[in-house]
C-alpha cells in the first residue's frame, strides 16, 4: 500500500461495496422484519457494521472486552498541547473524487470538516547513513540510496515464488544484514509494514499492493482521531457498547448463536459478526462450537500480525531541520515523525518514533529503558541535543495490550494466491450465514488501514443483511421481493411481484462493476417467478447479481471458488 512514502497510480474501478455511506443506503433493504446480531470488539470495523445494521432496523448488541472503544485508534491529549494518536495516525485518500477514488473514510471527514484533513506533502525526511550522519531529502544524492530508492518503486513487479523479501534481497542483489543500508530496506518496508522484511512474503505483498485502490495522498489530522470518527460515524453507537465484556465461547451449533463472556454472562443472537483483531484469534481465547473451518484455521495461521510500539519524546524545543517532518534512523528508534508540525496550534517539540518486528520485539522486553535507547541513538544523531533538551516520554506499546496484541496484520508467504484468491478473503468468509468477520485483517483491499477497517464492516453489514438472501425493495412503491440462491454451477432467482414493469433485467458482475453475464432483460409479469441460470465459467473470486426493476436494483455477493 506503501501508505506514506510512495507514489503509485492504479487503474482499477473501485468496488461499488467501497464507496461507503451512499452505496451502503441504496443497497439496505427497506424492512428486514427485525433480527438480532452480537458484534465482538467495538474497533471501527464492528462500530461501522453496528451503525449499518441498526439503521436496518437490526438489533445490535456490541461487545468490548476492554474499557475502550476505538480499537486501535486511540488519541492522546495529556501529553502535548495537541493530540497525538497511539495507535492509527494517517488517513490515505486522494483529494479528486473524480479521479482514482478516495477513501469513504477520507470522503466522510472531507464532508464533515475539510479543514481538520492535513496534507503531509512537501516535508523534508531526515535519512541516516551512519549512526551519526544523515541526509535531508530531497533530494537524493547517495548511489545506495538511489539504488534501494528505485528497489522500493519497482518491487512490486515482482512475479516470482513466494519468498520472504529479505531472502530476495540477498539472494538477487547481496543485500543482508550486513550491508550498511540494510537499516533502509528495514525501515522503508518492514517498518512500513508493521513488521520485519525478514517476515513479509514478497509475491503477496506485490500482490497486495496492486490492489490498493485509494490513491497516494496522505494525511494527518488536525484534532484527535478518535474523536472525529465518533463525531463523523459512532455518537449514537457509542452509548450501547458494553465494555470490559471478554468473550470466551460462541456456540452457533443451533439456530442461532449463544456466546458467554468470562464474567459469567451469557447472550444470544441470530447471528455475530467477529471483529477481534486477528493475534486474538491466533491465541484461540475465544472457543468455537463447532470449531472453526479449517480454511479458516489457516487463514489465522497465516496472516502475519506485526509488533510493535510508539514511542513519544517531547523536547524543549525543536533540534532538527525546518520542514523536518519524516525520520529514518539507524538501528532502534527506527521511523519517526513530528506530529506536532502540521498542526495548526501544535508546538513542534514532540518526534514519534515507531518501531516495529524485532526491533519492537527487543524494546518491548526492556520496559521504560527503552527510552534511554532512544535517546541514546538521538544523540549521536544531533550532537547530544535529544537528551539536553529531553523533556518527557510515553511508549505506547501495542504488543502489551492484552485484547489487541500486535499494530496490523501483514502478509506472509502464502497470504495471497492470487488478487482473489487469498487468506484474507477466507478469513472473511461468513460460516453457515451465521457467523461473519471483519477488521483490517479481512480487507484484500485495504489491510492495516482504519479506512480498510471500515470497509470490512460495510461489507460484513451487507452480507448479514442478504443473508440467507431475501430482498425486499420498497414496498411502498413496487412490491416485490427477491431470493437469489447459488448452488453449484447454477443460479436461482426467486422473485414475487405485485406489478408488471417493462425494464426488468438480470445479470451478473465482478464485485468492481465489470459485466460479466446478462440473464435477462425484458417484461416483468405480476406474480410468483422462479428463473433458473447456468452460471458461466469464471475465474474464482467475488461477484454480484443483480435484479433491476422500475429504476430500482439490488445485488447480492457471492464468493465463488
Given amino acids: 500500500m506503501k501508505r506514506s ?44 457494521a453496528a451503525k449499518v445494521l441498526r439503521d436496518a432496523g437490526i438489533t445490535v448488541t456490541i461487545l468490548e472486552a476492554s474499557g475502550l472503544h476505538g480499537g486501535r485508534v486511540r488519541s492522546i491529549t495529556d501529553f502535548a498541547d495537541f493530540p497525538i494518536e497511539a495507535g492509527a495516525e494517517y488517513v490515505q485518500g486522494k483529494e479528486n473524487a473524480a479521479g482514482d477514488p478516495p477513501s469513504f473514510l477520507w470522503s466522510s471527514i472531507n464532508a464533515y470538516n ?13 535519512i541516516a547513513l551512519t549512526s551519526t550522519t544523515y541526509e535531508l531529502s530531497p533530494p537524493y544524492w547517495d548511489d545506495e540510496l538511489e539504488f534501494a530508492w528505485n528497489f522500493f518503486s519497482t518491487y512490486d513487479g515482482y512475479t516470482g515464488d513466494d519468498i520472504l523479501m529479505s531472502d530476495y534481497l540477498f539472494n538477487t542483489y547481496g543485500i543482508d544484514e550486513s550491508h550498511p ?63 470490559n465484556k471478554q468473550v470466551t465461547n460462541v456456540d452457533y451449533s443451533g439456530t442461532g448463536v449463544v456466546v458467554n463472556c468470562n464474567d459469567g454472562s451469557t447472550y444470544t443472537a441470530d447471528k455475530i459478526l ?71 496550534f501544535g508546538t513542534n517539540n514532540v518526534i514519534t518514533c515507531y518501531i516495529m518486528g524485532e526491533k519492537g520485539e527487543y524494546l518491548s522486553s526492556l520496559g521504560t529503558a527503552a527510552v534511554d535507547v532512544i535517546l541514546a541513538e538521538l544523540d549521536l544523531f544531533y550532537d547530544g541535543a535529544a537528551s539536553a533538551k529531553f523533556v518527557d516520554s510515553r511508549i505506547i506499546d501495542w504488543i502489551k495490550e492484552p485484547f489487541i496484541k500486535g499494530v496490523y496484520s501483514y502478509p506472509t508467504p502464502g497470504t495471497f494466491e492470487s488478487e482473489a484468491v487469498s487468506k484474507r478473503l477466507d478469513l472473511a468468509e461468513p460460516i453457515d450465514c451465521k457467523v461473519f468477520f471483519a477488521g483490517e485483517a479481512t480487507s484484500n483491499n485495504h489491510p492495516a488501514t482504519v479506512h480498510g477497517a471500515l470497509e470490512t464492516g460495510a461489507r460484513a453489514a451487507l452480507e448479514i443483511l442478504e443473508c440467507p438472501g431475501t430482498i425486499v425493495i420498497d414496498t411502498q412503491s413496487t412490491p416485490m421481493q427477491v431470493e437469489i440462491i447459488l448452488a453449484e454451477n447454477e443460479v436461482l432467482f426467486n422473485i414475487s411481484s405485485g406489478v408488471a414493469a417493462n425494464d426488468f433485467e438480470i445479470w451478473m458482475c465482478t464485485s468492481n462493476g465489470v459485466s460479466v453475464k446478462s440473464f435477462y432483460s425484458g417484461q416483468l409479469l405480476n406474480g410468483t417467478h422462479s428463473l433458473k441460470y447456468t452460471l458461466p ?25
Avoid at 513530528?338 to 498542526?343: A, S
Avoid at 426493476?549 to 471458488?561: D, E, H, L, M, P
Fill in 537 to 561: 465459467e469464471v475465474a474464482a473470486g467475488i461477484y454480484l447479481f443483480n435484479v433491476k426493476v422500475q429504476g430500482k436494483a439490488v445485488s447480492r455477493k457471492f464468493y465463488i471458488k
Fill in 181 to 243: 543500508y540494510w537499516h533502509i530496506y528495514e525501515n522503508w518496508i518492514g517498518a512500513e509494514f508493521g513488521t520485519t522484511i525478514k517476515r513479509l512474503g514478497l509475491k503477496s505483498l506485490n500482490l497486495q499492493e496492486g490492489l490498493w485502490l485509494v490513491g497516494d495522498k496522505n494525511y494527518m489530522l488536525d484534532g484527535a482521531f478518535h474523536e472525529i470518527l465518533d463525531e463523523v460515524f459512532f455518537n449514537d453507537i457509542v452509548p450501547s457498547i458494553e465494555l
Fill in 5 to 48: 512514502r510512495f507514489i503509485k497510480n492504479i487503474a482499477y474501478t473501485v468496488p461499488a461495496i467501497l464507496l461507503g455511506p451512499s452505496f451502503i443506503h441504496r443497497l439496505l433493504p427497506k424492512n428486514m422484519g427485525g433480527g438480532s446480531v452480537i458484534i465482538v470488539g467495538a474497533g471501527v470495523s464492528g462500530l461501522y
Fill in 114 to 126: 475539510p479543514d481538520l484533513l492535513l496534507n503531509t506533502g512537501g516535508y523534508k525526511e531526515s
Fill in 274 to 344: 467477529i471483529t477481534v483483531p486477528v493475534s486474538i484469534l491466533k491465541e484461540n481465547v475465544i472457543a468455537f462450537n463447532p470449531a472453526l473451518p479449517a480454511s479458516k484455521t489457516a487463514a489465522i495461521e497465516n496472516i502475519g500480525m506485526g509488533t510493535g510500539m510508539k514511542i513519544l519524546l517531547k523536547f524543549t524545543e525543536q533540534f532538527w531541520d525546518d520542514d523536518n517532518l519524516w525520520f529514518t534512523y539507524f538501528n532502534y528508534a527506527q521511523s519517526g515523525w513530528c506530529p506536532g508540525l502540521p498542526k495548526t
